[in-house]
């Protein structure tokens, strides 16, 4: 995770209401900006500037991780000041209000937000993002001396209300939310060489310098030699070195003001293989020249390369135990890391075990050690594994640490202490454990024989070489660690979600512009990063009460079915049935956990539910109106088709169920004034059939509507859902019209015949049985 922030005399992190976003544009391609934290950058030629930008995203309320829009920017090197400009648009209506946006930022991994105030999975490390509110329309973050590389913005919507709201029928508010990005870097860098004195002269700009670490370095000392102001004795400088990330800060700033002290820096395990940064900047006023000569001095640590089938010579100065088989010194080319690399035939500082990458599917990756399965622990130097989290798509899982050390293998009187690092390893513990290198602040962990197994989980880790350092320690008897070692089981994975997100969750990919990222949708009142979270959680009890409640309403449908046949309107009690059969086991798939049950695709079942719903108010409207056989079927067919058709454009639009449905009250409101006119009496004739059919079929259809699109929230689902049911099969039994007069009960089954006829074709003159 991104780790830094604002410290006295460090880069500045300021966030300010900016005006019109066109004016603020005009006004920062103009010029370079204004320094953060006092820095003076006007009229430098050195500094450039460069304007990133990303399409615009509709913001959503925020109920789990997939509702906040994710924005990935990279930020070139040998930049000194960052500065995002996020805008705000509003649209909708004049009835949508101002909402407070919530945005987070984050170095090289996506944020690791918790909105609802969730609970993690047991061991779950999280470090916290930056987090702005946004309340006006445009808004500006300043970042000075940023880290180079990926930078993730995530920004939602309060979190959304249990409400259930039905598309298209709610006015919908749009907030389109747009980050971009401009940088200041530096087009002239001076490099810092190891041991060689680099002249400096400040005026009134800041000198910008950046040194090379390589890997298996243990120490890097920073030191201000011959400083003079204006001729005199002093040394008004002051040193910012490394990068800025969100939200803490571990840059390191010294400061050099005594007239004879000698100014140096130490700073232990630097990140490897990269560019570091630093800024000098004079502390003597505008118009006084500073001058100084800045030296680097790096010590190199000697590893002792393992997993390889060969011993090491025996060497009397080696101080780690050479008995277990598979050592290898390290190579020459390891220890050439400038001239001051004091390596020599010295002793060895780390043992560096190598892992072997195994990418199993997207964002799913697994270390094991090469050609071992345990790692051995000692007391003299830490063993070291390398855990390679750097292509860019690895920061949007989740890793997961697992240790364990036989009981058999350690005492009462050590334990073994783990640290968990990005950047560079921890090449020297103490009794504290911080875990905390020159830039980074690590993950601790420990073994002892109350505690023989240790785990960790890092959501969204760095996209960083990771490492993984472990020694052992005798607090209580030195002596004891001297000759021993310990055999320490890694179990070592990155994982889209953890544990699948577990029986009421499923495990979604997002993307973002090709960059993939995983995120936890829970179910059955489950909450949490990984659903683990049940302080709201339903129980198997009140599943399967909801899953009963939800599929037997269904059987009301059984009262408009035996109407319908004792009617003679067979195709109404076959859209019936059909609406009865889907609309249960939909459900009883919709289900989560135990209680659920699958007959058909989850997809194609909810499609046939939605669709026999629909199909089953329009037959009982047009059956209402009472038209021609014919013309009616033609009715039934084409609504059918039409509902099909809208259905597939969008599923849960209110007006693609409604729009049909109210063209068929059309067309019954139509027939009826049109019988009213033709036999000069109000229609339906009788009052009995306005009071005990039409008026209660219409008050219960009425009720339904108004609990579908109104009343239902996440919490009474359940039991809303069903009163719908069971209200729309309802109304369906009291507003289908009686029978004709000349006709019978049952008639229907009376003409299925059961017996042969002989039929005959007068086209083609022959005759069939049938």
């Known amino acids: 995770m991104g780790r830094a922030g604002t410290r006295t005399g460090v880069a500045a992190v300021t966030v300010a209401v900016a005006g019109p976003l066109l004016l603020l544009l005009l006004l920062l391609l103009a010029r370079p900006p204004p320094a953060a934290a006092g820095d003076s950058r006007k009229n430098d030629i050195r500094l450039v500037s460069e304007q990133f930008s990303q399409s615009p995203q509709k913001l959503s309320f925020y109920s789990w991780y997939g509702s906040a829009r994710l924005f990935h920017f990279r930020v070139p090197p040998d930049t000194v000041l960052l500065r995002w400009l996020l805008q705000v648009s509003r649209g909708g209506g004049p009835t949508c209000t ?15 937000i918790n909105p609802l105030g969730t609970s993690f999975p047991a061991n779950t490390s999280v470090q916290p993002s930056f987090v702005i509110k946004m309340l006006q329309s445009n808004t500006s973050v300043n970042v000075s001396h940023p880290a180079p590389g990926d930078w993730f913005v995530a920004a939602h919507l309060p979190p959304s209300s249990q409400k259930i709201e039905l598309k298209g029928f709610v006015p919908t508010c749009a907030y389109i939310f747009q980050p ?48 003079a102001s204006n001729g005199s004795l002093g040394c008004p400088v002051r040193l910012t070195v490394g990068s800025a990330t969100l939200p803490s800060n571990f840059q390191k700033v010294l400061t050099c003001s005594g007239p004879t002290r000698a100014c140096r ?10 560019w570091l940064q630093v800024t000098a900047k004079s502390l003597a006023g505008p118009q006084v020249s500073v001058a100084f000569s800045a030296v680097a001095a790096l010590t190199a640590c000697k590893p002792w390369i393992m997993n390889f089938p060969h011993l090491p010579q025996s060497n009397s100065n080696q101080s780690c135990n050479a008995s277990s088989a598979g050592l290898l010194p390290p190579s020459p080319g390891s220890q050439d890391l400038g001239r001051s690399s004091r390596v020599g035939g010295g002793p060895f500082c780390l043992m560096s075990y190598q892992v072997m990458r195994e990418d199993m599917d997207v964002v799913s990756v697994h270390f094991r050690p090469l050609d071992r399965v345990s790692v051995r622990v000692q007391s003299d130097m830490p063993s070291v ?32 202490m783990v640290c968990v690092n990005a950047a560079s390893p921890v090449l020297s513990f103490n009794s504290s454990l911080n875990c905390t290198t020159a830039f980074f602040q690590g993950y601790s962990l420990s073994l002892s024989t109350s505690f023989r197994k240790a785990n960790l989980i890092i959501p969204y880790p760095e996209s960083e070489n990771w490492y993984l350092s472990l020694q052992l320690a005798c607090p209580q008897s030195p002596e004891e660690c001297e000759k021993a070692s310990v055999l320490v089981e890694t179990t070592l994975y990155l994982v889209p979600c953890l544990n699948d997100c ?25 909450r949490g990063w990984s659903c683990t979270d049940n302080s709201t959680a339903q129980t198997v009890a009140q599943q399967r009460m909801a899953t009963l409640l939800l599929t037997l309403s269904n059987l009301m449908f059984l009262a408009p079915i035996a109407l319908s046949v004792y009617r003679c309107l067979l195709v109404e009690a076959s859209v019936y049935a059909y609406t009865m059969f889907f609309s249960t086991f939909y459900h009883a798939c919709d ?34 109106a009472r038209l021609k056989a014919a013309l ?13 058709m809208s259905l597939q454009l969008d599923r849960r639009g209110a007006w693609n169920m409604m729009g049909p449905c109210l063209f068929a009250f059309v067309v019954m409101i139509s027939m009826w004034v049109y019988r009213c006119g033709h036999r000069r009496h109000c229609y339906p004739t009788s009052w009995q059939r306005w009071v005990f059919y039409l008026l209660p079929g219409i008050s219960m259809a009425a009720v339904a509507i108004a609990i579908y699109t109104s009343m239902m929230t996440s919490d009474n689902y359940y039991y809303t859902h069903s009163i719908w049911h069971m209200l729309l099969a309802g109304s369906a039994a009291f507003l289908l019209p009686p029978r004709d007069k000349h006709t019978e009960p049952w008639s229907c089954s009376q003409k299925l015949t059961c017996h042969y006829q002989i039929c005959k074709n007068h086209r083609e003159e022959l005759y069939t049985v049938t």
């Open 385 to 416: 594994m390398q855990l390679h989290l750097n292509t860019g798509m690895d920061s949007g899982g989740s890793l997961t640490i697992s240790l364990w050390a036989n009981k058999s293998v350690i005492s009462n009187h050590t334990s073994v």
């Open 265 to 274: 820096l130490l700073l232990p395990s630097p990140p490897w293989d990269r």
């Open 591 to 624: 289900q989560p956990g135990e209680a659920v049950l699958c007959i058909l695709n989850y997809d194609t079942l909810q499609y046939c539910d939605f669709l026999g719903s629909g199909v089953a108010i329009w037959v009982t409207i047009l059956c209402m």
């Open 502 to 526: 577990g029986p009421y969750g499923q495990c979604l990919l997002l993307r973002r512009h090709g960059y993939l990222y995983a995120g936890c949708s829970c179910k059955a009142g489950w």
């Open 98 to 112: 101002n909402v407070e946006i919530t945005v987070y930022f984050r170095y090289g991994a996506p944020p690791v």
């Open 180 to 227: 971009d990005m401009v940088v200041v870097r530096v087009i002239e860098v001076s490099i810092l060489e190891p041991d060689v004195p680099l002249r400096q002269t400040l005026v009134s700009h800041p000198s910008y310098l950046k040194i090379f670490i390589p890997e298996y370095t243990q120490e890097l000392q920073l030191e201000l030699q011959g400083c």
């Open 632 to 644: 009616k079927y033609v009715l039934l067919l084409l609504g059918t088709l039409v509902f099909a």
